[in-house]
């Protein structure tokens, strides 16, 4: 996913296999040791992992380092795509969500699934669905060659946006007169998943550019890291599907249910704003990340809310964990589509975008 298929190694030529087996392997630790989900729940700060955060600096390292701060005063020459961002999140992603979700969870599997137990799977579709990535679309964006300073600027603009619109938004559409929202998780991880990782990354960069020069750096030192990015994807897999193994064995029809509607939510604003990105000419290394923005969720946020709001055991907080399940396999396929439609771009490099 990362480099021309022709040079790819053995290793990440069947990188799909090891997704599916570590997939396994974390369902299997979660059944058959209860206990180890409990004592990473230990490590926990405002509902934010400090182990999963670890993994996900080993994932997002490597595309701080490509940030040329050089080139943010600039990103205002090439609106489309942060704009389309704004657009595809806040005024069409929520809402899109409550519409499938609705449409699943009250009709098509109105048999299957109470609707005291439906309405809290709504709710947790509803968090999840008001709540854009801010530490996953990192990585995505670095395996489908997505620009590494715009990608910063997108994910910056829709954090400051999250804080304002996050509780009017989710209130609005459950009908609810009070939210809580747990800034405190908002805060943590952004400061751990884009502040810390980007200072580390800038240091990094000036130093060794500094030290060995800008081609040692670009051709040697990247490369070097991909396989750090790789691993940390595949532990961090392991972690969180051991976290709901126990969950996934006991109620797997219910998973089924609640995973229908996420999965067709998340293919659904990808497919908008990678084509909508198409048809504004917008370059793909901006295209990709503006999809994967939408697509994907600020888990952290939505497991957080889900659980002072309607309680550790709530349907609303496992809707919020299946989003968490079903997000990296499908986030994994559309890196897969986007880098397989690189070539569908090529109209839009001489583009304003």
């Keep these: ?3 021309d298929p022709k040079r790819l190694s053995a290793f990440d030529r069947y990188l799909s296999l090891w997704v599916g087996l570590c997939i396994l392997v974390g369902i299997g630790v979660g059944w058959l040791f209860p206990s180890f989900p409990a004592l990473l729940k230990r490590a926990e700060i405002a509902h934010v992992s400090i182990p999963v955060a670890i993994l996900i600096w080993l994932m997002i390292y490597p595309m701080m380092l490509q940030i ?15 704009a389309l961002t704004l657009v595809v999140n806040w005024a069409i992603k929520p809402f899109t969500m409550a519409g499938i979700a609705a449409l699943f969870l009250f009709i098509v599997f109105r048999g299957l699934i109470s609707p005291d137990l439906a309405r809290e799977y709504y709710a947790g579709a509803i968090l999840l669905g008001a709540a854009p990535c801010t530490a996953m679309v990192f990585v995505w964006s670095y395996l489908s060659h997505g620009d590494a300073t715009y990608t910063l600027v997108q994910v910056a603009v829709n954090d400051l946006v999250l804080i304002l619109l996050y509780a009017p938004i989710v209130k609005l559409l459950l009908g609810m007169s009070r939210i809580y929202v747990p800034y405190d998780t908002i805060l943590l991880s952004v400061g751990l998943y884009v502040v810390i990782p980007l200072l580390l990354g800038y240091l990094s960069r000036r130093r060794i550019i500094r030290k060995r020069g800008r081609h040692w750096f670009e051709e040697r030192f990247l490369n070097r890291l991909k396989p750090v990015a790789t691993g940390g994807l595949l532990l961090t897999l392991v972690i969180l599907f051991a976290y709901q193994g126990e969950t996934i064995i006991a109620n797997p029809l219910h998973i089924l249910l609640i995973a229908i509607p996420l999965a067709l939510q998340t293919f659904f604003i990808f497919a908008l704003a990678y084509g909508v990105a198409y048809l504004l000419r917008i370059r793909h290394s901006i295209a990709a990340p503006a999809g994967m923005i939408g697509a994907s969720n600020f888990f952290e946020l939505a497991v957080a809310t889900a659980i002072s709001l309607f309680g550790l055991q709530s ?3 496992l809707a919020t ?3 968490v399940l079903v997000e990296v396999p499908i986030m994994l396929s559309l890196v897969w589509f986007a880098n397989r439609t690189r070539n569908k771009f090529l109209h839009a490099v001489k583009g304003e975008a």
């Design 1 to 3: 996913m990362m480099a």
């Design 68 to 82: 040329d701060f050089s080139r943010v005063l600039h990103i205002g020459r090439r609106p489309k795509g942060l």
């Design 321 to 323: 964990v299946v989003g």
């Design 315 to 317: 349907g609303a907080a």
